[in-house]
């Protein structure tokens, strides 16, 4: 992982907002690898934020882009870099 000296803070609607640091890394499914992935790595939620009251460890961003922080999702990274065919997911949740 790769932290730069970019900070941003990112609102989520009313939910409340994130404080946090640019950062990159490699991304891959089994074989296939993206190099380079930006992200936003969360220091400190606000306060009053809806936020602060959880119990995290890390979410994985799955919006399009963050144009708040000037990034891509990692999904079109991958597909930029041919790491995977199309620009799109699925997500299966299961108990």
């Known amino acids: 992982?790769?932290?730069?000296?970019?900070?941003?803070?990112i609102t989520y609607g009313k939910m409340g907002y994130a404080i946090g640091?640019?950062?990159?890394?490699?991304?891959?499914f089994d074989e296939n690898v993206a190099e380079g992935v930006d992200?936003?790595?969360?220091?400190?939620?606000?306060?009053?934020s809806k936020f602060a009251s959880w119990q995290m460890d890390g979410v994985l961003g799955l919006?399009?882009?963050l144009?708040?922080?000037?990034?891509?999702?990692?999904?079109?990274k991958m597909n930029s870099q041919a790491?995977?065919?199309h620009n799109m997911f699925s997500l299966y949740l299961s108990d």
Request: hydrophobic fraction near 40%.
């Open 63 to 65: 919006a399009p882009s």
């Open 1 to 9: 992982m790769r932290i730069t000296d970019k900070t941003s803070t």
């Open 83 to 85: 790491a995977i065919r």
């Open 39 to 48: 992200f936003f790595y969360v220091d400190k939620v606000g306060s009053k």
């Open 67 to 76: 144009p708040q922080a000037h990034l891509s999702s990692f999904v079109a």
């Open 21 to 28: 640091t640019l950062a990159s890394d490699d991304f891959s």
